[in-house]
T-cell receptor, first 115, second 116 residues
Framework: AQSVAQPEDQVNVAEGNPLTVKCTYS??????LFWYVQYPNRGLQFLLK??????LVKGSYGFEAEFNKSQTSFHLKKPSALVSDSALYFC?????????????FGKGTSLLVTP | NAGVTQTPKFQVLKTGQSMTLQCAQD?????MSWYRQDPGMGLRLIHY???????DQGEVPNGYNVSRSTTEDFPLRLLSAAPSQTSVYFC???????????????FGEGSWLTVV
C-alpha cells in the first residue's frame, strides 16, 4: 500500500530561522507526493507536489520540498519561517487504483513559529 | 469560481439522527471524495466517486452513504449518527483520477459534526 509517515507531531521554530517538516514514503512504483497546509478551522490548502523531474520542488508561500529517492523522503522546507506559517502540515501520497488514486495522508505535523 | 463548497459548516446531531452533508464543485471535476479528519489520525477516505453514477468505498465507509447523480454534487449521508462519527468532514475533488498523473486534489472548507 502507498503510505507516508510524518515522524514529528510538532515542530517549533523561531521566526526567521529555516524550517523543515519531515515526511518519508513507502510506495510500489513511482511516488506522486503532495504537501498540504491547514490553518485553524479551515480546509486543506495545496502547497506543492512532486510527480517527476527536478528533485527540488517549489510551491506556494515560499515553501519548497526535496524529493530524495534513496532516503524515500520528501521533506518540506522554507529558508526563513514566519509566524503566519504556524499551522498543521500534511504530507500525502497518491494511492492505488483500488481507491481511485485517492490521497493517503500522514498524521500531520503541527508547526509553531515563535516571534 | 467557488471551488469546492461544503454545507453546513457546523452541525450538532443527536445519536440516531440522520443528516446529509452537501458538497458541490464548479470545476467540472470527475473525481470527488469524502474524508474525515480525527486528531492524530490524519485524513481517512470514506467514499469516492470517479464520475457521475459511480461511487465506491474508501477506508472507513461504515455508517455513511453517498450518491453521485451529477458531476457537480457529491452528498454524504449519515444514516444513524453515532458519537464515533463526531469528526471534521472534508469533501475534495480533482480532474480525472484514473492515470491522472497526480492531479491536484482541492478541498472544501470542512464540516464540523458533533454527535451527542
Amino acid at each position: 500500500a502507498q503510505s507516508v509517515a510524518q515522524p514529528e507531531d510538532q515542530v517549533n521554530v523561531a521566526e526567521g530561522n529555516p524550517l523543515t517538516v519531515k515526511c518519508t514514503y513507502s510506495v510500489s512504483g513511482n511516488p506522486y507526493l503532495f504537501w498540504y497546509v491547514q490553518y485553524p478551522n479551515r480546509g486543506l490548502q495545496f502547497l506543492l507536489k512532486y510527480i517527476t523531474g527536478d528533485n527540488l520542488v517549489k510551491g506556494s508561500y515560499g515553501f519548497e520540498a526535496e524529493f530524495n529517492k534513496s532516503q524515500t523522503s520528501f521533506h518540506l522546507k522554507k529558508p526563513s519561517a514566519l509566524v503566519s506559517d504556524s499551522a498543521l502540515y500534511f504530507c500525502a501520497v497518491r494511492g492505488n487504483s483500488n481507491s481511485g488514486y485517492a490521497l493517503n495522508f500522514g498524521k500531520g505535523t503541527s508547526l509553531l513559529v515563535t516571534p | 469560481n467557488a471551488g469546492v463548497t461544503q454545507t453546513p459548516k457546523f452541525q450538532v446531531l443527536k445519536t440516531g439522527q440522520s443528516m446529509t452533508l452537501q458538497c458541490a464543485q464548479d470545476m467540472n471535476h470527475e473525481y470527488m471524495s469524502w474524508y474525515r479528519q480525527d486528531p492524530g489520525m490524519g485524513l481517512r477516505l470514506i467514499h469516492y466517486s470517479v464520475g457521475a453514477g459511480i461511487t465506491d468505498q474508501g477506508e472507513v465507509p461504515n455508517g455513511y452513504n453517498v450518491s453521485r447523480s451529477t458531476t457537480e454534487d457529491f452528498p454524504l449521508r449519515l444514516l444513524s449518527a453515532a458519537p464515533s462519527q463526531t469528526s471534521v468532514y472534508f469533501c475534495a475533488s480533482s480532474y480525472s483520477s484514473a492515470g491522472g498523473g497526480g492531479n491536484t486534489i482541492y478541498f472544501g472548507e470542512g464540516s464540523w459534526l458533533t454527535v451527542v
